[in-house]
């Protein structure tokens, strides 16, 4: 039962971090295209984008994912 438990938890987290990278990305495409076609405004965005995606996963997503994984060792 347990053995269940914990690759249904693994399954779970696997999806959340597919989804995260989805969401990041498509989030991007998504600001890119609306954003004029001004070359160097474009390429700002994606600077200060990326820079503030790699903080927010730094700093927010890599703990959260190390705490959903000791949960699932100690399950």
């Known amino acids: 039962m347990s053995f269940n438990k914990k690759s249904f938890l ?3 987290k696997i999806i959340f ?3 995260l990278f ?3 990305v498509g989030t991007y495409f998504k600001i890119l295209t609306t954003i004029e ?3 160097s405004l474009k390429f700002i965005f994606s600077i ?10 730094v700093n927010f997503v890599l703990p ?4 959903i994984d000791n949960k699932i060792k100690n399950i």
């Open 10 to 12: 693994r399954i779970l």
């Open 48 to 57: 200060t984008y990326i820079w503030f995606t790699i903080g927010m996963n």
């Open 22 to 24: 989805i969401m990041f």
């Open 17 to 19: 971090e597919v989804l």
């Open 37 to 39: 076609s001004n070359i």
């Open 64 to 67: 959260l994912l190390k705490i």
